[in-house]
T-cell receptor, first 116, second 111 residues
Framework: NAGVTQTPKFQVLKTGQSMTLQCAQDMNHNSMYWYRQDPGMGLRLIYYSASEGTTDKGEVPNGYNVSRLNKREFSLRLESAAPSQTSVYFC???????????????FGEGSWLTVV | KQEVTQIPAALSVPEGENLVLNCSFTDSAIYNLQWFRQDPGKGLTSLLLIQSSQREQTSGRLNASLDKSSGRSTLYIAASQPGDSATYLCAVSPNAGKSTFGDGTTLTVKP
């Protein structure tokens, strides 16, 4: 059981270039998330998808777009990369967001992105 | 806006010691609280999830408690081992999936 898989693991971009981070989960989860983690800033939610066909902005959505391609896949796109987007990006999933029963969040291994 | 604070930022203990990590949050309207472990260069691994109606959860040497009214949670680690060295993060979730994470406590257990 692979869980949450992210690609690529490492990427160096030049300012202004575009790229897409791919994420797939094999746990049949409804909800998926993209976070970034920066020293001193903690984990911040970029975008999330509560269910297939829906997406919503998180805390820091500017400069990013997302696509929930199907139930398994949730991609994050940087249209014009900036040095401020240098970070570690994590994809995550859970059975269902906002459930009063509570849902464990499962994380991918992370994607290290450097924008020069 | 929900704020989550973890104190201390770093903790170093000798092997075998029992220890407590703290997490506090400002908005008590949460659905659940989770404790995660993060090893260097890795993603987060969920350790324990406490639903809003629960007071505590246990898994092996780990025990997490939740006091919603005071906005506090603790993670108790019994008989610490060098393999417990990692960063521990707590996260609180309201509805709609917008979890808020603390900055974490980096634990070092010395042999």
């Amino acid at each position: 059981n692979a869980g949450v898989t992210q690609t690529p693991k490492f990427q160096v971009l030049k300012t202004g270039q575009s790229m897409t981070l791919q994420c797939a989960q094999d746990m049949n989860h409804n909800s998926m998330y993209w976070y970034r983690q920066d020293p001193g800033m903690g984990l911040r939610l970029i975008y999330y998808s509560a269910s297939e066909g829906t997406t919503d902005k998180g805390e820091v959505p500017n400069g990013y777009n997302v696509s929930r391609l199907n139930k398994r896949e949730f991609s994050l796109r940087l249209e014009s990369a900036a040095p401020s987007q240098t970070s570690v990006y994590f994809c995550a999933s859970s059975e269902r967001a906002g459930s009063s029963a509570g849902n464990t969040i499962y994380f991918g291994e992370g994607s290290w992105l450097t924008v020069v | 806006k929900q704020e989550v604070t973890q104190i201390p930022a770093a903790l170093s203990v000798p092997e075998g010691e029992n220890l407590v990590l703290n997490c506090s949050f400002t908005d008590s309207a949460i659905y659940n609280l989770q404790w995660f472990r993060q090893d260097p260069g890795k993603g987060l691994t969920s350790l324990l999830l406490i639903q809003s109606s629960q007071r505590e959860q246990t898994s092996g040497r780990l025990n997490a408690s939740l006091d919603k009214s005071s906005g506090r949670s603790t993670l108790y680690i019994a008989a610490s081992q060098p393999g417990d060295s990692a960063t521990y993060l707590c996260a609180v979730s309201p509805n709609a999936g917008k979890s808020t994470f603390g900055d974490g406590t980096t634990l070092t257990v010395k042999p």
